[in-house]
């Protein structure tokens, strides 16, 4: 590993000032007790590509200021980075949404550290570039009670009822449900404390429920202390039936669709509330907005979020903006104590309600798809709500969260066995999530255990059967335990009217035209074996076989790996069957074509397509735009799909993908373990590696060269040098974040094309975050001033501009600028035309791209990499982002090295940042229920 400089490289002529702390290059702060501040930018693009714990964390103190300013000029004292993105805050009010009064919250006074949900463990990151979108926040709003008669049906779409005279008594079925709240409150509160055991919480009868609090004061329309104020819409409330997740406590029926009134906050009675007039639609959002004192510019995307009624929502609700993307609590604050004035109260159960989903949509932005009860009411008391226990109580009680019982491994307990002796309890948490993030986890997992246990195994090679010989025999193919619905198709009629149907009825009636005519049923074992044996290496001869024998696989390896699910495609469509590969990006897809056309037998002489059309990129699949298409019943049309590159696979993606998969295909999940997780929540590849749900394959392919030496010594935790001798690897220190900068100018528009050759439109420069003064914002600047300098003159980029364009969250496709029109920005992304229109080019949607993020540069390889690792963001350092980071330059890669030992801690010390979710456990839990029936039987 060379430390020198490249040929004609020459140190920078003038120094910067050394990165202070509040220009930090991560986005996102950590905060004290193991949350953090939401990243430095708030656009909706990033919100998704900048993952969990992919970007810094470097420690903030003070309070988050709100005021714009320069990315990179120091704010104020204990602030925050600056957040300057368009469209992403409500600009000039930001100054002006501070804490409630004179009564600064402990997150305004300390610091910021709440903003970003409350993770688990000590990362719990809020996406460390700008992941502060909020997802629509109308379901975590505060019910009115009922007034009357006229209680609302739980999961309505009814309006909340106007406060009257009887708005402070309760009917019968609002007490019962603040009766049921309060016990659930109570038992939480008593399996935290150790008083009493989860198992009981979810079995046992609740307990009574606490005293009733005092009703409201009567003829009061203040929404301070009590759920006065009318909401727009009740929020949904889901059963486990809907959800088909574990058991979760009841709410009583009977119409309430939220508790009573909470007590009543002491003090003098607030004035009443001002009028706001409402005018329909959206010029009637933009004068709430603008009585609030937040930018209109927020008016589309609030009626967005809140739909027809965002304005009559706003007025009655406005805490109801942190629905929309890019809103913080202090930004909402502000708004709702201009429209309430001194009606307006930290105690408000609104405020509290839409607090709950903030931070549970913040925690999801951070990778987690669930937080523990405990974090998040320390979440909430940190935002200065009163009651954080109410408020989660409430919350429950409406169904807008949702609450779980998640087993907790003990290293060196034995699992426990499915006798008679299985009645030793096993340590559990209490997890509360949104239902969104619930329902995609509890899909995935029985989309994935439906796949493993509807699959039928083909024909064994040792039964010498007449009808052994083709493997289609329904004696020889025994369907997965605890496939009873497999087992009953079974009509012999069936079988023999389908010589080339799928093993399955709802698969047989789909495909009985000509698209079934070109493949068998299933090749034989000794088919499979010998397709296994004419693999070019034994990894993917392995990987042959453990696909021949189970509808679900895990292969892991690194980027010399991607050759074997690219040899058990070729091998399954030389047997007819259906096969595709699948990757994030265009970039992974190409070289997954690359790799087919090696491993393809000889198509002129077999006669078959060419075999890069089994190469689809996951967007393109989903959305029909490539591969095979669906069928009649809106299945996809194959019999074997390969996931690559399955790390950055986020829950809500994956239920789309498992869903769309019929009973009996087969799926692999293929990718490197050691690269950063995905950008939404979730880590499903590590949760099913994990659980051992599935055969799993571990190629044994190394990574040749300097680069794949470096890479998988990080990969295991050590950082030794590596024998570059054509300089392959460069490490070039630096003191600061100004020199940090210089010196990546000079080595990509100048070193590595004059040493290596390689141009600097095939370089990428990859930093740990967006903010601070070698963040990406800075090194885009500079490098746009070196390489592609002008006006900007379309939204700030200029034809021949490196982009970066988000599509969808969590996807980032590279691009160059090639004009603009009246339809929007014009780019070029891997060879494919793309119009951007100009409310996404403003909304954040494309940013200049010379310099990436890992998150966003994971998926995709150059020729060369220049990572920079300023010490303002050592922070953001962990061994999954430095191997990410790393092992994205084919031929070359160069390290800015600024971090000094910082770098070898994150690599030896801090494997990954963790994430709290629940599909292992759902996994194990579909283990479990699989092997009871053969032993009862």
Same mark, same amino acid.
């Given at each position: 590993?060379?430390?020198?400089?490249?040929?004609?490289?020459?140190?920078?002529?003038?120094?910067?000032?050394?990165?202070?702390?509040?220009?930090?290059?991560?986005?996102?702060?950590?905060?004290?007790?193991?949350?953090?501040?939401?990243?430095?930018?708030?656009?909706?693009?990033?919100?998704?590509?900048?993952?969990?714990?992919? !970007?810094?964390? *470097?420690?903030?103190? &003070?309070? %988050?200021?709100?005021? /714009? #300013?320069? =990315? +990179?000029? $120091?704010?104020?004292? @204990?602030?925050?980075?600056?957040?300057?993105?368009?469209?992403?805050?409500?600009?000039?009010?930001?100054?002006?949404?501070?804490?409630?009064?004179?009564?600064?919250?402990?997150?305004?006074?300390?610091?910021?550290?709440?903003?970003?949900?409350?993770?688990?463990?000590?990362?719990?990151?809020?996406?460390?570039?700008?992941?502060?979108?909020?997802?629509?926040?109308?379901?975590? !709003?505060?019910? *009115?009670?009922?007034? &009357?008669? %006229?209680?609302?049906? /739980? #999961?309505? =779409? +009814?309006? $909340?009822?106007?406060? @009257?005279?009887?708005?402070?008594?309760?009917?019968?079925?609002?007490?019962?449900?603040?009766?049921?709240?309060?016990?659930?409150?109570?038992?939480?509160?008593?399996?935290?404390?150790?008083?009493?055991?989860?198992?009981?919480?979810?079995?046992?009868?609740?307990?009574?429920?606490?005293?009733?609090?005092?009703?409201?004061?009567?003829?009061?329309?203040?929404?301070?202390?009590?759920?006065?104020?009318?909401?727009?819409?009740?929020?949904?409330?889901?059963?486990?039936?809907?959800?088909?997740?574990?058991?979760?406590? @009841?709410?009583?029926?009977?119409?309430?669709?939220?508790?009573?009134?909470?007590?009543?906050?002491?003090?003098?009675?607030?004035?009443?509330?001002?009028?706001?007039?409402?005018?329909?639609?959206?010029?009637?959002?933009?004068?709430?907005?603008?009585?609030?004192?937040?930018?209109?510019?927020?008016?589309?995307?609030?009626?967005?979020?809140?739909?027809?009624?965002?304005?009559?929502?706003?007025?009655?609700?406005?805490?109801?903006?942190?629905?929309?993307?890019?809103?913080?609590?202090?930004?909402?604050?502000?708004?709702?104590?201009?429209?309430?004035?001194?009606?307006?109260?930290?105690?408000?159960?609104?405020?509290?309600?839409?607090?709950?989903?903030?931070?549970?949509?913040?925690?999801?932005?951070?990778?987690?798809?669930?937080?523990?009860?405990?974090?998040?009411?320390?979440?909430?008391?940190?935002?200065?709500?009163?009651?954080?226990?109410?408020?989660?109580?409430?919350?429950?009680?409406?169904?807008?969260?949702?609450?779980?019982?998640?087993?907790?491994?003990?290293?060196?307990?034995?699992?426990?066995?499915?006798?008679?002796?299985?009645?030793?309890?096993?340590?559990?948490?209490?997890?509360?999530?949104?239902?969104?993030?619930?329902?995609?986890?509890?899909?995935?997992?029985?989309?994935?255990?439906?796949?493993?246990?509807?699959?039928?195994?083909?024909?064994?090679?040792?039964?010498?059967?007449?009808?052994?010989?083709?493997?289609?025999?329904?004696?020889?193919?025994?369907?997965?335990?605890?496939?009873?619905?497999?087992?009953?198709?079974?009509?012999?009629?069936?079988?023999?009217?389908?010589?080339?149907?799928?093993?399955?009825?709802?698969?047989?009636?789909?495909?009985?035209?000509?698209?079934?005519?070109?493949?068998?049923?299933?090749?034989?074992?000794?088919?499979?074996?010998?397709?296994?044996?004419?693999?070019?290496?034994?990894?993917?001869?392995?990987?042959?076989?453990?696909?021949?024998?189970?509808?679900?696989?895990?292969?892991?390896?690194?980027?010399?790996?991607?050759?074997?699910?690219?040899?058990?495609?070729?091998?399954?469509?030389?047997?007819?069957?259906?096969?595709?590969?699948?990757?994030?990006?265009?970039?992974?897809?190409?070289?997954?074509?690359?790799?087919?056309?090696?491993?393809?037998?000889?198509?002129?002489?077999?006669?078959?397509?060419?075999?890069?059309?089994?190469?689809?990129?996951?967007?393109?699949?989903?959305?029909?735009?490539?591969?095979?298409?669906?069928?009649?019943?809106?299945?996809?049309?194959?019999?074997?799909?390969?996931?690559?590159?399955?790390?950055?696979?986020?829950?809500?993606?994956?239920?789309?993908?498992?869903?769309?998969?019929?009973?009996?295909?087969?799926?692999?999940?293929?990718?490197?373990?050691?690269?950063?997780?995905?950008?939404?929540?979730?880590?499903?590849?590590?949760?099913?590696?994990?659980?051992?749900?599935?055969?799993?394959?571990?190629?044994?392919?190394?990574?040749?060269?300097?680069?794949?030496?470096?890479?998988?010594?990080?990969?295991?935790?050590?950082?030794?040098?590596?024998?570059?001798?054509?300089?392959?690897?460069?490490?070039?220190?630096?003191?600061?974040?100004?020199?940090?900068?210089?010196?990546?100018?000079?080595?990509?528009?100048?070193?590595?094309?004059?040493?290596?050759?390689?141009?600097?439109?095939?370089?990428?420069?990859?930093?740990?975050?967006?903010?601070?003064?070698?963040?990406?914002?800075?090194?885009?600047?500079?490098?746009?001033?070196?390489?592609?300098?002008?006006?900007?003159?379309?939204?700030?980029?200029?034809?021949?501009?490196?982009?970066?364009?988000?599509?969808?969250?969590?996807?980032?496709?590279?691009?160059?600028?090639?004009?603009?029109?009246?339809?929007?920005?014009?780019?070029?992304?891997?060879?494919?035309?793309?119009?951007?229109?100009?409310?996404?080019?403003?909304?954040?949607?494309?940013?200049?791209?010379?310099?990436?993020?890992?998150?966003?540069?994971?998926?995709?390889?150059?020729?060369?990499?220049?990572?920079?690792?300023?010490?303002?963001?050592?922070?953001?350092?962990?061994?999954?982002?430095?191997?990410?980071?790393?092992?994205?330059?084919?031929?070359?890669?160069?390290?800015?090295?600024?971090?000094?030992?910082?770098?070898?801690?994150?690599?030896?010390?801090?494997?990954?940042?963790?994430?709290?979710?629940?599909?292992?456990?759902?996994?194990?839990?579909?283990?479990?229920?699989?092997?009871?029936?053969?032993?009862?039987?």
């Amino acid at each position: 590993m060379s430390t020198d400089r490249l040929a004609g490289e020459t140190p920078p002529g003038q120094e910067a000032a050394p990165g202070t702390a509040e220009a930090q290059t991560p986005d996102d702060a950590a905060s004290p007790g193991g949350a953090a501040a939401p990243g430095d930018d708030a656009t909706v693009s990033e919100g998704a590509a900048e993952a969990p714990g992919a !970007e810094a964390e *470097a420690p903030a103190s &003070g309070a %988050e200021s709100g005021a /714009p #300013g320069a =990315d +990179t000029g $120091a704010p104020a004292s @204990g602030s925050e980075p600056s957040r300057s993105e368009p469209g992403t805050q409500p600009s000039g009010s930001e100054s002006g949404a501070p804490a409630f009064g004179s009564e600064p919250s402990p997150a305004a006074a300390g610091s910021e550290t709440e903003a970003a949900a409350p993770g688990a463990d000590t990362e719990t990151a809020a996406p460390g570039a700008d992941t502060e979108t909020a997802a629509p926040g109308a379901e975590t !709003e505060a019910p *009115a009670p009922g007034a &009357g008669a %006229e209680a609302q049906v /739980p #999961g309505s =779409d +009814t309006d $909340a009822k106007t406060p @009257g005279a009887d708005a402070a008594k309760e009917s019968p079925a609002s007490g019962a449900a603040k009766a049921t709240a309060d016990a659930l409150a109570a038992a939480v509160r008593a399996v935290e404390s150790g008083e009493r055991s989860a198992a009981s919480f979810f079995n046992d009868a609740p307990r009574p429920a606490r005293p009733a609090a005092p009703a409201a004061q009567p003829a009061k329309a203040a929404p301070q202390g009590a759920p006065t104020g009318p909401a727009p819409e009740s929020p949904r409330q889901r059963t486990a039936q809907e959800t088909g997740g574990p058991a979760r406590p @009841g709410v009583a029926d009977g119409g309430a669709t939220g508790p009573a009134a909470a007590p009543a906050t002491t003090g003098p009675a607030p004035a009443p509330r001002p009028a706001v007039p409402v005018t329909p639609g959206i010029e009637g959002v933009r004068q709430v907005l603008a009585a609030g004192g937040a930018p209109e510019t927020l008016a589309e995307q609030a009626a967005e979020v809140l739909g027809e009624r965002a304005a009559e929502a706003l007025s009655e609700d406005p805490w109801l903006l942190l629905g929309v993307p890019g809103v913080r609590p202090e930004q909402a604050d502000g708004f709702a104590r201009a429209l309430l004035g001194a009606a307006c109260g930290p105690g408000d159960e609104r405020r509290a309600q839409a607090l709950v989903g903030w931070l549970l949509e913040q925690a999801a932005l951070a990778g987690h798809s669930a937080l523990e009860a405990a974090a998040l009411r320390a979440a909430l008391d940190q935002r200065s709500v009163p009651d954080p226990g109410d408020a989660l109580q409430s919350a429950i009680a409406d169904g807008a969260v949702l609450v779980f019982q998640d087993a907790i491994d003990e290293p060196g307990r034995a699992r426990p066995a499915t006798g008679d002796d299985e009645e030793e309890e096993q340590p559990v948490r209490l997890l509360l999530g949104l239902d969104r993030f619930a329902m995609a986890e509890e899909s995935v997992a029985d989309g994935l255990a439906r796949l493993l246990n509807t699959f039928e195994a083909v024909a064994e090679p040792v039964q010498d059967t007449a009808s052994a010989e083709t493997g289609d025999a329904p004696a020889e193919a025994e369907p997965a335990a605890g496939d009873g619905a497999a087992a009953a198709d079974g009509p012999a009629a069936a079988e023999s009217a389908a010589a080339t149907a799928p093993a399955t009825d709802a698969h047989t009636d789909t495909h009985t035209d000509d698209d079934t005519a070109p493949r068998p049923v299933r090749p034989s074992a000794a088919a499979w074996e010998a397709a296994a044996a004419a693999a070019p290496s034994p990894s993917a001869a392995e990987l042959i076989r453990a696909a021949a024998h189970s509808g679900l696989v895990t292969h892991t390896g690194a980027e010399a790996a991607r050759a074997e699910p690219a040899a058990l495609i070729a091998a399954a469509r030389s047997l007819g069957l259906r096969a595709f590969g699948a990757t994030h990006t265009e970039n992974g897809r190409r070289r997954l074509a690359a790799h087919l056309t090696e491993s393809a037998p000889d198509t002129t002489a077999t006669g078959s397509a060419d075999p890069a059309t089994a190469a689809l990129t996951v967007s393109g699949l989903l959305s029909g735009r490539q591969g095979p298409g669906r069928d009649a019943d809106g299945a996809l049309a194959l019999d074997l799909l390969v996931m690559l590159d399955a790390p950055q696979l986020d829950l809500e993606t994956a239920a789309l993908l498992v869903e769309s998969l019929t009973d009996g295909t087969r799926l692999v999940l293929s990718g490197d373990p050691g690269v950063l997780w995905s950008a939404g929540p979730g880590r499903l590849f590590a949760d099913l590696l994990a659980a051992r749900f599935c055969p799993q394959v571990a190629s044994r392919t190394p990574d040749f060269g300097p680069i794949g030496e470096l890479v998988s010594g990080i990969g295991i935790g050590e950082l030794s040098q590596v024998e570059a001798p054509g300089k392959e690897v460069v490490i070039v220190p630096v003191r600061d974040a100004g020199e940090a900068v210089h010196r990546t100018v000079q080595l990509v528009a100048d070193s590595v094309p004059r040493a290596l050759g390689v141009p600097a439109d095939h370089t990428q420069v990859i930093t740990v975050g967006h903010g601070g003064a070698a963040g990406t914002r800075a090194l885009n600047a500079a490098l746009k001033e070196r390489l592609n300098p002008g006006p900007g003159r379309f939204g700030g980029f200029d034809p021949g501009d490196r982009v970066a364009y988000t599509p969808a969250p969590g996807r980032t496709a590279p691009g160059t600028v090639t004009g603009a029109d009246a339809a929007g920005l014009h780019l070029d992304c891997d060879g494919s035309a793309v119009v951007v229109p100009r409310e996404q080019v403003g909304a954040g949607a494309v940013r200049h791209g010379w310099a990436l993020t890992a998150h966003q540069a994971a998926g995709t390889r150059w020729p060369a990499a220049v990572v920079v690792l300023p010490g303002d963001a050592t922070g953001g350092l962990t061994r999954a982002w430095v191997y990410t980071a790393f092992s994205r330059g084919e031929r070359h890669l160069s390290v800015v090295q600024g971090a000094d030992q910082a770098l070898a801690r994150a690599v030896t010390e801090v494997p990954v940042k963790e994430r709290t979710t629940r599909l292992r456990s759902l996994l194990q839990q579909s283990v479990q229920t699989t092997e009871e029936p053969p032993a009862a039987g």
